[in-house]
């Protein structure tokens, strides 16, 4: 595939369109003329959009394979070699608005030498990175380094997400060393979060190392030293998270228990009012029957004497609890 027609290329809603310059930065892919494969051409589409679905299913530069790849429901990291281009399947945090990070989004890509078709539903912030790097000149100059800031860029995000869960578990540690116990369902999110980035992340790594260990013919040899670099980084982060993800396991203890010596207080405190009160209620039940001969019934100032008499009975017995040591 040494030229394609333009109109070849024409997405009338694609989400970005642009033909690497090998220098860094971008041009715009002119529909009306030939385009050259002296460097690759990048589509970014959105395929839940109309014409981009229409594109996905018709175009000849398209595998069969990779059609209902590129707009299919898989979702777990993999790469896979179709003839002379790579299906690769990856994972982001989900920066969108009303979204929680841990709803990770799916970015697809068809990559060649000479072409690069990427899809995606929900916006992926380290697309849009490595675009303002295209934009200012500084980006990518082949497929090979396209894939390699891609995915630096991947990386970079799941880093600062694993360290924003690291800051957040000791901030929990350090409440909870003052007695304070976290909010209902903040520590169950935590552990959500780490979780469902434990399960996607570990196989992205895997596919990182995967194109680091594979001759790709369109990646050199610096492109995969990068690619193994990355992998080695993101493997850093899962030792993170199964770490944070202990530390959760023992907050988790650690709050039951706090929250259970709270109980035991309170109860523990309700049975010895029970125990100083036991002999009062007792006499007061006693002298409460409506019987004659109740002793002091005629005296005027027998009332006075059986508080005064429950009041000693109270101190009474509460100092001999305290002297039992269970005050």
Known sequence: ?????????????????????????????????????????????????????????????????????????????????????????????????????DQLVTIRVYITDKLIVSTRHRKVYSIDQVVNDLQSGSGPTNSGNWLVEISDALTDHTSEFIE??????????????????????????IRKQLIVLRRYMAPQRDVFSRLASDRLPWMSDDDRRRMQDIADRLGRGLDDLDGSIARTAILSDEITTVMADAMNRRTYTMSLLAMVFLPTTFLTGLFGVNLGGIPGGGNPFGF????????????????????????
């Open 304 to 327: 006075a004497a059986f508080c005064l008499m429950l009041t000693g009975l109270v101190l009474g017995v509460a100092w001999w609890l305290r002297r039992s040591r269970w005050l």
């Open 1 to 101: 595939m040494e030229v394609i027609e333009g109109r070849e290329l024409q997405v009338p809603d694609a989400v970005y369109a642009y033909q690497l310059d090998g220098k860094g930065g971008v041009t715009a892919i002119d529909y009306d003329d030939k385009v050259t494969c002296d460097e690759p051409c990048w589509l970014h589409l959105d395929y839940a959009h109309p014409g981009s679905a229409a594109w996905l299913n018709s175009t000849p530069l398209l595998p069969d394979a990779v059609r209902e790849a590129l707009s299919g429901e898989s979702s777990r990291p993999r790469v896979s070699r179709l003839g002379e281009g790579t299906m690769i399947t990856l994972r982001s945090i989900n920066f969108n608005a009303d979204s929680r990070p």
């Open 164 to 189: 924003d869960l690291h800051d957040k578990i000791i901030d929990l540690e350090d409440a909870l060393l003052e007695q304070q116990i976290p909010e209902r369902g903040q520590l169950a999110l």
